[in-house]
């Protein structure tokens, strides 16, 4: 893979780690030191036409990877692309963008009024994608943002990052199951997302998903300094297909609820 691509991947996984300390726990935890093959990488955005999802798109296909697949969430007002690499050691890339005509007057404001600051020059390189927030918020209109869409009060607070990175459990040395992943988890104190079940999916949909519930960080707001929930990371198994080959896509039933890990956790 060529040294642009990794160092890409590499300075996502820094900034991604520096607000999800937890990632960087399970990493080690996991891993025991080797390198662990990522699933996926997903991103979210607005479908403003400076930001949308096909803007952030060609940052990819600019790198070398091809769309794959379309979903869409109707109850979240999102829509989101898969794209692959031929080298198997790139993680997968999805994107989603939140539908704004769909959403209030207010939402639109405070969104654009955010997406306004961003400088052109920005959106010029790849390293956009983890250029975090290029605005200030105020917690207020954070919590007018989550109050109709936890996406995009996700998004006024962070900016562009990985929103997580997913662990291939098919590529984990030691480990045969998703569940043993599960298992280990529990038995260090993490956090489980168990809306839908700690795992979404079957082999039926060829794909089951866990993931962590995001780690919560303390975010410098116009009015005042509070701690949210950030960012989260996931853990995938796929299943073969008739022909032998891994199935690549998503499942919209389970990644409806993935996208639920940046809720606040029971007991907030
Ligand atoms: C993306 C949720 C979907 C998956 O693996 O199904 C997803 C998000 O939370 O932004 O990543
Ligand atoms: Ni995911």
Known sequence: MSQTVNDFFERLWGQYIEITPSAKKIHRLLGKGDKIINDHVAFRTFNLPTIN?????????????QEKGQYEFKAKKLNAKHFEHSDYR??????????????SEKLNSIVNQCVSQIENKALDNHS????????????????TLLEESEYAAWLAAFGFRA?????????????M?????????????????SAGGEIKGSPEV????????????????????????????????????????????????SADKIFESTHSGAGD
């Open 53 to 65: 999802l096909d803007v952030l798109s060609q940052f990819f296909i600019d790198m070398g990877y």
């Open 90 to 103: 790139l993680p997968k890339i999805f994107i989603s963008e939140l539908k704004l005509e769909l959403c």
């Open 128 to 143: 956009f994608m983890y250029s975090g927030r290029h605005w200030n918020v105020s917690y207020q209109d954070y919590i």
């Open 163 to 175: 929103n997580h990175f997913t662990v291939s459990v098919n590529h984990l040395v030691g480990y």
């Open 206 to 253: 060829m794909l089951e998903q866990s993931s962590t519930l995001a780690d919560k960080c303390l975010i410098d707001f116009i009015d005042l300094k509070k701690a949210i929930p950030a960012c989260f990371y996931e853990f995938a198994y796929r299943y073969p297909q008739p022909d032998g080959s891994l199935y690549q896509g998503f499942v919209e039933a």
């Open 177 to 193: 199951t998703l569940s043993e992943v599960n298992q280990v988890l529990k038995d260090n104190q993490f956090i489980l997302n």
